[in-house]
């Protein structure tokens, strides 16, 4: 069955430093997002990319934030320079079509810790 | 803005029914989803409405009311790999609005 992936599983860095998460979204999908989960804490909104740019994007998505398609297949996060609060859970989730049942398939997660 | 309220946890044992609700105010609806999230795992999709009613898929029921702005999950006959959170998520455009989830424990 085909799945989101990710890498790395676990990414320590320290603060002021630039990460780069990586997703290999589900192969026929279109439209490619970026969730993050800080620990104890609710599933947030982060992007959405569709067509090669940005389709909409929340507030916590500022200007430290850049996501790319590099290529056919990966789809990536750039943090610039992290904080301690990015530590968190970052999910890459894809999805053939934006409408209706169209569900978002998640990815295994990459754990960030900032120290 | 989202608001997206379900109860924080819930314990029901093994073979029993559990409801799980969800109540939004949110500034747009293109559908509400339902996902299964194990401790320190992805979500996994349950169940999808759009539409006012009940949907049936195994053991799982998701209800919807847009006009109350309200959902609910049915997990039925449970068992212990159940034990997980659910998360109500709203779709916007292309976003999926999330709550805080509602942790089930099943016990024996």
Known sequence: EPEVTQTPSHQVTQMGQEVILRCVPISNHLYFYWYRQILGQKVEFLVSFYNNEISEKSEIFDDQFSVERPDGSNFTLKIRSTKLEDSAMYFCASSDLAGGPNEQFFGPGTRLTVL | ?108
């Not at chain 2, 309220?5 to 314990?11: A, G, I, K, S, W």
């Not at chain 2, 999230?37 to 999808?48: C, K, R, V």
């Not at chain 2, 959170?85 to 805080?100: E, P, Q």
């Open chain 2, 1 to 108: 803005g989202q608001n997206i309220d379900q109860p924080t946890e819930m314990t029901a044992t093994e073979g029993a029914i559990v409801q799980i609700n969800c109540t939004y105010q949110t500034s747009g609806f293109n559908g509400l989803f339902w996902y299964q999230q194990h401790a320190g795992e992805a979500p996994t999709f349950l169940s999808y409405n759009v539409l006012d009613g009940l949907e049936e898929k195994g053991r799982f029921s998701s209800f919807l009311s847009r006009s109350k702005g309200y959902s609910y999950l049915l997990l039925k006959e449970l068992q212990m790999k159940d034990s997980a959170s659910y998360l109500c998520a709203v779709k916007n455009d292309y976003k999926l609005s999330f709550g805080a989830g509602t942790t089930v424990t099943v016990r024996a």
